[in-house]
């Protein structure tokens, strides 16, 4: 039905044209992988002029800085699942934001009136943020799994790609979604009333993050290594956000093995000692 409405045109978005409509589309789902700041911006940039994909090119910003990964074969099934089930049950598909309301159980007035409650797919994803699943969508979209019809107000539909993934063929391996720290100067501007607002999605010390990057830098510096082979952005927020006291808390940490703990544990532990005495409260667990 999809695919009718593209190739017969007429469905807005200019549609007229079934190519220019496949160009315009393939370069939305480029772009959605470059605006996410996941994966290396060469490669998505090439692959926004429909170039093929080099090996990540080891110079930009995300691969100097590379994310965590996590085995993300149970979410990505959860989320093609839940595009899946919509589109059996409408007849046709839906955007980012009703797919990830669906997910976390929201119980809105356009979810109750058309009876998407009632899927199997309702609430199984609610352990997880909003946030969190709009990366792990906008990754999906990325690799080929997903793809946005441009034609139909952006509604997701399965790409061939996602059939292994759900029938438990394939497992997948996604970058584990970036936690944003709420800077200095977002939070001046807040004061001031713009409105501004943090988007943490939990609440981090400032001051014990900045710590555990001098911290970082240090020792980088002194074994003359870039400060994320010590540790990443993602796992120094976790640290900041859990407050870790022990050897066996620190392990609990994204991104913190067996190896690290041995080099860095000490060190790290004994400036989160340092900050515990100025905890605005409990450390809340993820
Ligand atoms: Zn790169």
């Avoid at 074969?73 to 669906?102: K, N, P, W």
């Avoid at 990443?232 to 870790?244: N, V, Y």
Wanted: with cysteine; charged share 25%; hydrophobic share 35%.
């Amino acid at each position: 039905m999809v695919r009718s409405l593209i190739e017969g045109g007429g469905a807005g978005d200019g549609g007229r044209d079934p190519e220019r409509v496949r160009v315009e589309t393939h370069k939305l789902n480029a772009m959605v992988g470059y605006a996410d700041g996941l994966s290396c911006r060469r490669e998505a940039l090439l692959g926004y002029f429909g170039e093929p994909y080099p090996a990540p090119c080891g110079n930009c910003d995300i691969c100097l800085d590379a994310p965590q990964t996590f085995d993300a074969t149970e979410q990505a099934r959860m989320a093609l699942s839940c595009v899946y089930r919509l589109h059996e049950r409408d007849g046709f598909g839906y955007g980012i934001g009703h797919v990830i309301d669906v997910l976390r159980g929201v119980e809105n007035e356009k979810i109750l009136s058309r009876g998407h409650a009632t899927l199997t797919t309702f609430g199984i994803g609610a352990a997880h943020s909003r946030e969190h699943w709009q990366s792990l969508i906008r990754q999906l979209i990325h690799r080929g799994y997903l793809s946005q019809d441009i034609a139909r107000y952006s509604a997701l539909r399965l790409t061939a790609a996602a059939r292994p993934l759900l029938r438990g063929e394939e497992t997948l391996v996604l970058a584990v979604p970036r936690t944003r720290v709420p800077t200095r100067s977002r939070r001046a501007r807040g004061a001031r009333g713009s409105g501004v607002a943090g988007t943490a999605e939990r609440s981090v010390d400032e001051e014990l993050f900045e710590a555990l990057r001098r911290l970082r830098k240090r020792l980088a510096d002194e074994q003359n290594l870039p400060a994320y082979v010590v540790f990443s952005d993602a796992t120094l927020t976790e640290m900041a956000a859990r407050r870790p006291r022990t050897h066996e808390e620190l392990l609990e940490i994204g991104g913190v093995g067996t190896t690290k703990l041995e080099r860095y544990g000490a060190a790290f532990l004994a400036v989160l000692a340092e900050h515990a005495g100025d905890a605005s409260g409990p450390a809340t667990p993820p």
